[in-house]
């Protein structure tokens, strides 16, 4: 009986650690990279080179407040984790002066 029990907290312990070690293969391939294929801004295209989806995010927020827009939700319909623009947000963005 003591054998059983120790044969099934180790098979226990051995689920635990694969379940808690598992990453979905979209997070494992590259967390930090920028999800749009295309990118039609300079500023963001250049941004995702030097540092990825952090980089290019820190480059909207420096143009948001040089810009003195208040909400990314002026451009984008859904943030993280896609960041899916509106149908006018380039527009705006060049509006601003964006390139």
């Known amino acids: ?3 059983l029990g120790m044969l099934a907290s180790i098979a226990s312990i051995i689920g635990v650690l694969a379940f808690a ?3 979905p293969p979209a997070v494992a391939a590259d967390a930090g990279a920028c999800v749009h294929a295309e990118l039609k ?3 963001v295209k250049k941004a995702c080179e030097k540092g990825g989806q952090k ?4 480059a909207m ?3 948001m407040k040089e810009k003195k827009i208040k909400s990314c939700n002026e ?3 859904k943030l993280a984790p896609k960041y899916e623009l ?3 947000a380039l527009e705006k963005f060049q509006k601003l002066g964006g390139k």
């Open 41 to 43: 801004t300079e500023l």
């Open 1 to 3: 009986m003591l054998k």
């Open 55 to 58: 980089e290019a995010k820190e």
């Open 21 to 23: 070690s598992f990453t």
């Open 75 to 77: 451009c984008h319909s």
């Open 86 to 88: 509106k149908t006018d």
């Open 61 to 63: 927020k420096a143009f």
